[in-house]
């Protein structure tokens, strides 16, 4: 059973377009990452938050601890954002991360 | 440069033919961590390590070995490797995850695939 929970699987998305990536978890966390990952396979990290909201360009990633909720915001977006974005946690009782299935994201100019 | 590195990129194998596929990291991170990446089941955590001779298992462990001698290095062994771990494998490390949490850093990946 995965807790891990994202939503949409799948995205298409004119250039320009605000998108929101949405995971939810199950249990209590200590740490949540947002990942991205281009075709080709590397992963990189965007933002690991454990409470409110980080900014880096035009990338935003809120987290709600109470609801169990974090959520990826790409502003102005443009066709090199297209990659699986991919949430992870670690719960607050061990050492393992857990992550969601992925949302793969299409920008269309 | 800051990075992780894993060979073989690419492997084909044969059941049963043990192999290992290494994982360094230049960053003198305490954290090393494997993950195998399957479709439609994403990212899952095999064994990772906290420190030097600290190892633990993730979430799918079976089939598979590690060890932690140097800090750097934390190679992933195949004892008889099967066709069900026909898969993407990423090796990653961060900086701390004893009392607070750090970003990851993944090597680039390892295809395996086992016939």
């Known amino acids: 059973k995965n807790e891990v929970e994202q939503s949409p699987q799948n995205l298409t998305a004119q250039e320009g377009e605000f998108i929101t990536i949405n995971c939810s978890y199950s249990?209590?966390?200590?740490?949540l990452h947002w990942l991205q990952q281009h075709p080709g396979g590397g992963i990189v990290s965007l933002f690991m938050?454990?409470?409110g909201k980080k900014k880096h360009g035009r990338l935003i990633a809120t987290i709600n601890i109470q609801e169990k909720h974090s959520s990826l915001h790409i502003t102005a977006s443009h066709p090199r954002d297209s990659a699986v974005y991919i949430c992870?946690?670690?719960?607050?009782?061990?050492?393992?991360?857990?992550f969601g299935t992925g949302t793969s994201l299409t920008v269309i100019p | 440069e800051a990075q992780v590195t894993q060979n073989p990129r690419y492997l084909i194998t044969v059941t049963g033919k043990k192999l290992t596929v290494t994982c360094s990291q230049n960053?003198?991170?305490?954290?090393m961590s494997w993950y195998r990446q399957d479709p439609g089941l994403g990212l899952r955590q095999i064994y990772y390590?906290?420190?030097?001779?600290?190892?633990d298992k993730g979430d799918v462990p079976e089939g598979y070995k590690v060890s932690r001698k140097e800090k750097r290095n934390f190679p992933l062994i195949l004892e008889s490797p099967s066709p069900n771990q026909t898969s993407l494998y990423f090796c990653?490390?961060?900086?701390?995850?004893?009392?607070?949490?750090?970003?990851?850093?993944f090597g680039p990946g390892t295809r395996l695939t086992v016939t």
């Open positions: 990653a490390s961060s900086a701390r995850l004893a009392g607070g949490n750090s970003e990851q850093y």
């Open positions: 249990v209590g966390i200590s740490a």
């Open positions: 938050l454990s409470s």
């Open positions: 992870a946690v670690r719960w607050n009782t061990g050492n393992q991360f857990y």
């Open positions: 960053m003198n991170h305490e954290y």
């Open positions: 390590s906290m420190n030097v001779e600290v190892t």
